[in-house]
Nanobody
Framework: QVQVAESGGGSAQPGGSLTLSCIVS????????VAWFRQSPGKEREGVAG????????YFADSVKGRFTISQDPAKNTVYLHLNSLKPEDTGMYHC?????????????????????????WGQGTQVTVSS
């Protein structure tokens, strides 16, 4: 059974930075896309970013493009989401998910329902709070 686990959330001031980690226990054809979703209070879950586990192809939502970046440590099966220039609207529960490679490019536009259909493996989530 594939397991996904996030860590690294916390609190930051506007303009600050945080780094989230996501460990996927096993990369297969069904888990080679690692994606981040977030759910802010009163809003549906939205796609933030997606990356192929075996390449440098990355996809970001317009709301985070230029501020959030991704790095990977293949030896540790870990994907890092670097949250920079944080804004209060970045506040939310961030979930990491693993899914098949062919869904990665659609992550930034993926609806909450679509994410539940396409991604079988989810972490428990880690809270990010941005406030002054």
């Amino acid at each position: 059974q594939v397991q996904v686990a996030e860590s690294g959330g916390g609190s930051a001031q506007p303009g600050g930075s945080l780094t989230l980690s996501c460990i996927v226990s096993q990369y297969t054809s069904d888990t080679s896309c690692v994606a981040w979703f977030r759910q802010s209070p009163g809003k549906e879950r939205e796609g933030v970013a997606g990356v192929y586990a075996t390449s440098r192809s990355m996809y970001f939502a317009d709301s985070v493009k230029g501020r959030f970046t991704i790095s990977q440590d293949p030896a540790k099966n870990t994907v890092y989401l670097h949250l920079n220039s944080l804004k209060p609207e970045d506040t939310g529960m961030y979930h990491c998910a693993a899914g098949p490679y062919y869904v990665c490019s659609a992550v930034p536009q993926m609806s909450s329902a679509g994410a539940r259909r396409k991604f079988q493996y989810w972490g428990q989530g880690t809270q990010v709070t941005v406030s002054s």
